[in-house]
């Protein structure tokens, strides 16, 4: 055989071979890696849940223990609260998924320019809702106190208290970086959604006693009403919804008085037992400012600590 030919035969002996290894090493190597890293979530960098815990209100949170002027760090987020706890292990207050700058904060990616702003347009009475054709004087005139009415529908919720993310009813429609700052300036919009938020407290056997502070207090029917919302748990994720719409349109000053309400109703008097995981779950992380989310989580923690002092092993 010619030597140049023999050196050229060797040579794509080489070339194949080498390519079959890369090929296998590719497969056998590189592949589940990936793979993997797919299956199991990253480690955040520096691996914080290696260190140690020195503060019992120690926390991954992102800003409810950070210093409010650092705008950088009030963005990181968590994956659970009091991690040498077992309250935090039980409880897991502020969860990634309900980080409150995550969900409902005035934000503009993805956001399409609606100039029609229809849940702006319900508010002011130049709309009705979607699929039930009802207006907002009508809910506030008609449905106050109809209490079979407010918990079988499930449409209207999503037109009272509307949020920057999709809910159960597909004709309503996400508020807009543009609609939220309109709403935010229209005084008749907001005084109209202090009465949809008064509709739903009565409705839950909760009245507000401070139209300035938000302070809420029992209503006169507040036995049959907690022992509705105790049995209908879906009224968790609507409580959840106005606390996250009190927050973007205007009245985050509300927030903390509600939450604490429902924590001492749950944690102190013993009551709405089916509500409880939902006010440290949700309804705290809800709470936009975040000294008072602080305040709430300390006094959340304070009571489940007193409280199992007591409970025999």
């Known amino acids: 055989m010619c030597p140049r030919i023999e ?11 080498s390519t079959l290894l890369k090929r296998a090493f590719w497969r056998l190597i590189i592949l589940p890696i990936h793979a993997w890293r797919l299956i199991i979530p990253n480690c955040p960098p520096d691996h914080p849940e290696l260190i140690q815990n020195t503060n019992e209100y120690y926390c991954e949170y992102d800003s409810t223990w950070e210093d409010p002027t ?28 309900d980080c409150p700058l995550k969900n409902y904060t005035i934000r503009s990616t993805r956001q399409r320019d609606d100039r029609r702003m229809p849940n702006l347009q319900f508010y002011l009475g130049q709309r009705a809702s979607s699929p039930d054709g009802i207006y907002i004087e009508d809910f506030h005139n008609n449905w106050y106190g109809k209490y079979s009415k407010l918990e079988r529908v499930h449409s209207y919720i999503q ?11 597909y004709q309503a429609k996400e508020l807009t970086k543009k609609e939220i700052e309109a709403f935010l300036q229209d005084e008749t919009a907001k005084k ?12 839950y056997g909760i ?21 509705n ?3 209908h748990t879906h009224n968790n994720l609507r409580i959840t919804r106005i606390l996250k719409c009190l927050g973007t349109l205007g009245f985050p000053h509300y927030q903390a008085p509600l939450v604490r309400f429902f924590l001492e109703e749950t944690l102190v008097k013993g009551n709405l037992y089916n509500v409880k995981e939902s006010v440290l779950n949700y309804f705290i992380s ?3 400012v975040q000294q008072k989310r602080k305040e709430l989580v300390e006094y959340a923690y304070k009571l489940y600590e007193v409280k199992h002092q007591f409970v025999v092993p």
């Open 229 to 231: 919302l105790d049995r």
């Open 159 to 169: 037109w009272l208290f509307p949020l920057q993310e999709r809910g159960m009813n």
């Open 207 to 227: 009245q507000l006693s401070n139209d300035t502070t938000g302070e809420v207090r029992r209503a006169n029917n507040w036995r049959d009403r907690f022992d």
């Open 286 to 288: 809800a709470v936009i």
């Open 70 to 97: 650092s705008e950088e760090t009030s963005r990181k987020r968590t994956n659970n609260l009091f991690t040498e706890t077992g309250w935090g292990e039980r409880f897991a207050v502020v969860s990634t998924a």
């Open 192 to 203: 109209r959604l202090v009465k949809s938020y008064k509709l739903m407290l009565d409705f």
């Open 7 to 17: 050196r050229f035969w060797l040579w794509l002996n080489g070339f194949y071979c």
